[in-house]
């Protein structure tokens, strides 16, 4: 079982930038994967970023790609999404997700969830 925990949400105006964490506890190995995906307001969950535990394989949304940056602390078991000049576009509610399996873009990929955390980009 994986447990995940995300937490670094908050209110930013746009342009600046936000670090997301997601504390992951329980069996990891080398064919684990983690991904973050976002939900704003009446819209379907989102894929955001994705990579697998050991970090061959990166993979990131259009929308993203260029100023978000999944990363992991080995010593704090913990994935994080770095995201550099935010626009009020991504405004929404960020999911931690993880899969024992390859990681993908669609949220049926994943069984493991954390409870969301909320981030408000002004303009």
């Known amino acids: 079982q994986v447990q995940l925990v995300e937490s670094g949400g908050g209110l930013v105006q746009a342009g600046r930038s936000l670090r997301l964490s997601c504390v992951v506890s329980?069996?990891?190995?080398?064919?684990?994967?983690v991904a973050w995906f976002r939900q704003a307001p009446g819209k379907e969950r989102e894929f955001v970023a994705a990579r697998t535990w050991n970090g061959d394989s990166v993979y990131y949304s259009a929308p993203v790609k260029g100023r978000f940056t999944i990363s992991r602390d080995n010593a704090r078991n913990s994935v994080y999404l770095q995201m550099n000049s935010l626009e009020p576009e991504d405004t929404a509610v960020y999911y931690c997700a993880a899969t024992y399996n390859q990681p993908g873009t669609s949220s049926f990929a994943y069984g493991y969830w954390g409870q969301g955390t909320q981030v408000t980009v002004s303009s």
């Open positions: 329980g069996r990891t190995y080398s064919g684990f994967a």
